[in-house]
């Protein structure tokens, strides 16, 4: 029997908290599931700094991959035997499922922005490089690691594949809502996924919902909406981000200057440098940051000690709304007043900004097309756009909503003199 083919003895089963059971069955899933690049996602946690908020978001990106591997094959029995899916694809899926977000690094987000990476790169990497993934994907066939890839950069010839693991109502999506919603132990991030399964349908270039869904999937998006504004883009949460990235930021910057670190930081040199290689990356994960962290406590360097204390033991910086379109001459005075009192604003005076875009349904010229989802009708198999048929998506369809916040070292700022004319300018343009 092919290497393809193969099927476990026995079937395998992970107990999980958010799809109770996820099921393996094929060799080459189990086999993958195996490899050191895999197993690497335990130590990547799927919220980042969520955890300084919600004490329960310890979960993984291990978690989240499994879980997001389990809704294709689901969705995948409820596709055979239809019309315009081919089975001889099942694999391709699955493992694209699985594997998706094999990139990702520590604390995601914010690591990327402040070393100029990109998971997406390290995913393909990963998937095409000389790593335990690549043996097993070349095992099931020439060119089934590319196809892999392809799939998870979104350029696979067959976009209803595509649809499955990236669109705005993919497994990727349902399952990071509701595995989040769980850990963070939030109401919003909870739908009938059931029911949305039960109602997929395959179309020749996309995942397609039968009309009689439509209230599932409105449900869904509203879900999707609350989440990012009540978890994903929490301030507190934002707060804990920018004290890491100044870390992050602090430490390239001394390194540059050739500062004596206690703590060589051994690991963040290729980093540093802009010139990583996959095994570097590969060996950096977020217990081996927060050990890094955790020994720059007791460097003499006072911003990297103070940053290093403020995220260990949670001491973050306070934020007021503050929109620095609007408020720019505002903005440079607190600058000018933070360099007045010896606070460096470069590291404690920070505009954050969060957008997100709940909905959209497709808009020509527009450098990132957005797949609508499309409702299948039942009398004569048209489709229509989503936002067509529903009142509630079309409410929030299109509509970009940024928030603007500003952080800063409320404690530090207590701590100076009353009658310190700066302190009173400082209060009176940060609470009026």
């Known amino acids: 029997m092919a290497y393809k083919d193969e099927q476990l003895s026995e079937e395998k089963v992970f107990k999980d908290p958010v799809h109770r059971y996820i099921h393996v069955k094929d060799q080459v899933i189990w086999d993958l599931i195996g490899t050191r690049e895999f197993q690497r996602l335990r130590r990547i946690k799927q919220l980042g700094t969520s955890f300084l908020t919600f004490h329960g978001a310890e979960h993984s990106r291990f978690n989240h991959s499994l879980g997001v591997y389990e809704i294709v094959r689901r969705i995948l029995f409820n596709f055979e035997n239809r019309p315009n899916w081919n089975n001889d694809e099942r694999l391709l899926c699955l493992c694209a499922a699985l594997l998706h977000d094999l990139g990702h690094g520590p604390f995601s987000h914010s690591f990327e922005k402040v070393f100029k990476l990109d998971h997406e790169d390290f995913t393909k990497k990963i998937v095409l490089g000389d790593t335990e993934i690549n043996k097993i994907l070349q095992r099931v066939g020439k060119g089934f690691a590319q196809d892999v890839a ?106 540059e200057q050739n500062y004596q670190f206690k703590q060589k930081p051994t690991h963040f040199l290729s980093f540093f440098a802009e010139n990583v290689d996959l095994e570097e990356y590969l060996r950096l994960d977020e217990s081996i940051v927060l050990y890094y962290f955790q020994a720059w406590l007791e460097e003499d360097d006072t911003v990297l000690r103070d940053l290093c204390e403020r995220f260990i033991n949670r001491r973050l910086f306070k934020y007021i709304e503050f929109n620095p379109n609007q408020q720019m001459t505002e903005w440079m005075e607190l600058y000018k007043l933070f360099q007045a009192i010896d606070i460096d604003p470069e590291y404690y005076l920070v505009v954050d900004s969060s957008s997100d875009l709940p909905y959209d349904f497709y808009r020509p010229g527009e450098e990132e097309e957005r797949l609508p989802i499309h409702l299948l009708q039942p009398k004569n198999d048209e489709l229509k756009e989503l936002s067509r048929q529903s009142d509630i998506v079309e409410a929030i369809s299109g509509k970009k909503r940024t928030d603007h916040k500003l952080y800063f070292p409320l404690d530090v700022l207590e701590q100076l003199p009353a009658d310190r004319p700066e302190k009173m300018r400082i209060f009176e343009i940060l609470f009026g």
């Open 150 to 255: 392809d799939v998870i950069n979104k350029t696979y010839e067959n976009k209803l594949v595509v649809s499955l693991i990236s669109s705005q109502i993919d497994a990727d999506r349902m399952d990071y809502l509701q595995r989040d919603a769980y850990f963070t132990g939030v109401s919003y991030g909870h739908f009938d996924m059931e029911r949305i399964l039960r109602v997929m349908r395959p179309t020749e270039d996309q995942v397609v919902i039968k009309q009689t869904g439509m209230h599932a999937v409105e449900d869904y998006i509203m879900s999707r909406y609350q989440m990012y504004w009540q978890v994903y883009f929490h301030p507190v949460t934002r707060s804990a981000e920018v004290i890491l990235s100044k870390i992050l930021h602090r430490a390239k910057y001394l390194y």
